[in-house]
């Protein structure tokens, strides 16, 4: 699979809305949520106002579409660390899962935050996501964890 990894384009933001939806886990067996549960105030803390400092986010081009987006903030969100560690959003449409292009972006993400200096970054996973896994590969540690799922960082 051919594909390029570049920085999001101001015009392109409002993908991030279905992106966020694509980030849902769905464990086996449950049927997909309505796409409006992205409207929840927990959910959109994700993507209002994307843009600010602080605010990064990369995507995969294949086929001449994005197919997949990783992206950053520093928000109160269920990976919340600090005030200073941005937090990890991610997702593929699903026919380009299992491709390495999630792991691509992923580790062009961790590289893009090195090199703004930014000493870590945080996610919040459920423990039954596949994803956990490509997390721990890229340098991802359990730092916090409930019942459902992982708080990881990595550090830079």
Same mark, same amino acid.
């Given at each position: ?13 409002? /993908? ?19 796409? #409006? ?49 941005? #937090? ?33 970054? #945080? ?27 992982? /708080? ?5």
């Amino acid at each position: 699979m051919n594909y390029k990894i570049r920085e999001i384009r101001e015009s392109e933001y409002p /993908i991030l809305a279905d992106f966020l939806y694509e980030a849902i886990f769905i464990p086996e067996g449950m049927e997909k949520p309505p796409k #409006s549960i992205i409207e929840q105030p927990e959910l959109q803390v994700y993507i209002t106002d994307f843009g600010k400092a602080d605010d990064w986010c990369l995507v995969a081009e294949a086929e001449e579409r994005i197919v997949g987006a990783v992206w950053v903030r520093i928000m109160n969100d269920y990976g919340h660390i600090d005030d200073e560690t941005p #937090s990890f959003a991610m997702a593929l449409h699903e026919e380009y899962r299992y491709l390495g292009i999630g792991t691509a972006l992923m580790r062009a993400m961790l590289q893009l935050l090195k090199d703004k200096g930014y000493r870590q970054a #945080s996610l919040s996973v459920q423990k039954a996501n596949y994803a956990v896994n490509m997390y721990r590969k890229a340098g991802f540690e359990v730092v916090d964890e409930n019942e459902e799922e992982y /708080i990881m960082i990595c550090r830079l």
